[in-house]
């Protein structure tokens, strides 16, 4: 059993914090890190990305690609989140985030992953050889991104309605599956050549 856990202070509000994580595939927007790539897609959407929740998980570890089915088990607004793997390669895999409030405009959020490698006694000399670094790497890049994109822009994709998010989602894929937040500034920008045109 290997336990990967890492914390960072964002100065942005809780409800905004939590918002950016409360939907998966941002945070793997964010793991593109040379030998470290993740991809999410949720599959079947219940209560608003609450519990119950599933989502597919493809994960690039220097190389040697994984794929692994979640579920959403925990979704405490402003608390904590956690998703477990119910099909796929690793005999365990779980994902809790929690958060907590620093102040108005500073969160603390913790990224744990508690997970058993497949491949038995070979599966434990893999993963301290190379997938627990690439993990620890990659989560600790992916929090200092989502610092970067919450403290920076304000560019925070954040979804009113599911009809929107999957008109989004269908944006990315013509855009040969780009990160979500690089879709919606090409939309933006758009929006704005249009909006000057009629203002001129």
Known sequence: MTVVSKSIDIKAPIDTVFTYFA???HVSDQMTEKGVGMTIIPMDIKAGMG????FRVIGDFNGKRLEWDCET???DREERISAKMIEGPFKRWQIKNEFKAL?????????TVDYVMPFG???SILDKVKFEKSA????????????GLLEGNGSIPVY?????YKKLLAEKKKMNNVPVSTVLTAIL???NEIESKVTN
Do not use: C
């Not at 519990?51 to 599933?54: E, H, S, Y």
């Not at 620890?136 to 610092?147: D, F, N, S």
């Open 103 to 111: 102040g108005d405009n500073l969160t603390k959020v913790t990224m």
């Open 73 to 75: 088990t925990e979704f």
């Open 121 to 123: 006694p070979l599966g």
């Open 189 to 191: 920008e758009k929006y």
């Open 136 to 147: 620890k790497r990659g989560m600790e890049t992916a929090l200092y991104k989502v610092r």
């Open 23 to 25: 939907r998966p595939e």
């Open 160 to 164: 009113i309605t599911l009809d929107a």
């Open 51 to 54: 519990v119950g929740t599933t």
